[in-house]
């Protein structure tokens, strides 16, 4: 399950592409720059210095830094051009919405290569937009068009929210 090609995006939002070979040996190309390392028993990998323990996450994975708690969720999906142009233009820029839970807002940024930033109640997360697949934290939704906005529909759990641009 932790061997192939996957994808996540880093806290700060770079863009990560992380290979797991069968004999152990791990490539990371984080934001274009590439690093080598290994994945030992444990689930664990080592890339310059750094240790993060792996975990199994639905068809993908989760890396956990061992040195900072700093969490990493990948998946199998690509994005289209090696991170470019993964966005549909009408999805690009900053919208926003009511978070249902709290009532306060939530603030989505997205770039035109697909990489997303959300602001919820303060809390910041990371993420990917593939298409019309937008995978934070993990989660996925879908997104559909709506007006000047969009609306996203939870594939675990069906939650819909509506986003507006501002």
Do not use: C, H, K
């Amino acid at each position: 399950w932790a061997q192939g090609t996957f994808y996540g995006t880093a806290p700060n939002g770079t863009q990560i592409m992380l290979t797991i070979a069968n004999n152990g040996s791990v490539n990371a190309n984080v934001g274009g720059g590439m690093s080598y390392g290994t994945y030992q028993s444990g689930n664990v990998i080592y890339i310059n210095g750094n240790t993060s323990r792996v975990y199994r996450q639905g068809n993908g994975i989760r890396t956990v830094s061992t040195m900072n708690n700093e969490t990493i969720y990948y998946t199998r999906n690509a994005w289209a051009g090696g991170g470019s142009g993964n966005a549909p233009s009408w999805a690009v820029g900053r919208f926003r919405a009511r978070n249902p839970m709290s009532g306060g807002w939530i603030y989505m940024t997205i770039e035109r290569g697909g990489s997303v930033t959300v602001d919820m109640d303060g809390n910041y997360s990371y993420g990917t937009l593939n298409g019309s697949s937008l995978n934070i934290n993990g989660n996925t939704s879908r997104l559909y068009r709506q007006g000047n906005g969009f609306r996203t529909v939870s594939d675990s759990d069906g939650q819909t929210i509506n986003y507006n641009r501002y």
